[in-house]
C-alpha cells in the first residue's frame, strides 16, 4: 500500500511540477486591447471603463507596482521584446507611451494596478504620437490633451 501510495504522490507531483515549468516558460499574454502588448499572466483584470467614448482602455491589478517605481525592469523587457519602443519624450510621470508598427499604447503605472489605453482617430484605428506631433504643428488649434482626451483653452 506504501509503495502504491509513494508512486502516486511522485506521479501528482511530476504532474504538478510539469504544470509550473510550463506556466513558468511563458509568463506574459497579449492585453485585451491588443494581443501585441503583454501583460503578465498574474495581473488581474477589472472592470474599471473610461468615460471618454474615443478612448480604448483596460486595468490590470498586480500586486507589487508603485507609481514611483514605474516599470518594473523585467516587465519593461518584455514589452521591449515584444517590439514595443519607449517614447521618452512624451513620458510624463507614471504615464508610459509605446510605439509599434503604427500603433500607440499609453500605460499607466499605479500602486496596485496599471491602465493600458489608446485613442480612436479615424477608423478605429490609433493616431501615432509622431502624426499627433505634425498635426499640432500645422495648426496649433487641434491642441488637446492626448492623454485624457480633454480640450485645453489657450
Known sequence: ??????????????????????????????????????????????????????????????????????????????IEKWGWTEKNEA???????FEKNNKTIRMTIHNGFFTLSFEYYEYGYPLPLSKRVHILKEDPRNLTSFSFGIPLLI
Not at 488581474?44 to 514605474?70: D, M, R, W
Not at 513620458?91 to 507611451?97: E, N, R, S
Open 1 to 78: 500500500m506504501r509503495v502504491i501510495l509513494t508512486i502516486f504522490m511522485s506521479l501528482l507531483t511530476l504532474i504538478d511540477l510539469t504544470g509550473c515549468s510550463l506556466s513558468s516558460q511563458d509568463p506574459f499574454v497579449g492585453s485585451a486591447i491588443d494581443q501585441d502588448f503583454p501583460v503578465p499572466k498574474e495581473a488581474i483584470k477589472t472592470e474599471h471603463k473610461s468615460n471618454n467614448p474615443n478612448l480604448i482602455y483596460v486595468a490590470y491589478e498586480l500586486k507589487g507596482l508603485n507609481f514611483e517605481e514605474g516599470i518594473p525592469d523585467y516587465y519593461h523587457r518584455e
Open 91 to 97: 513620458q510624463l510621470g507614471a504615464l508610459y507611451v
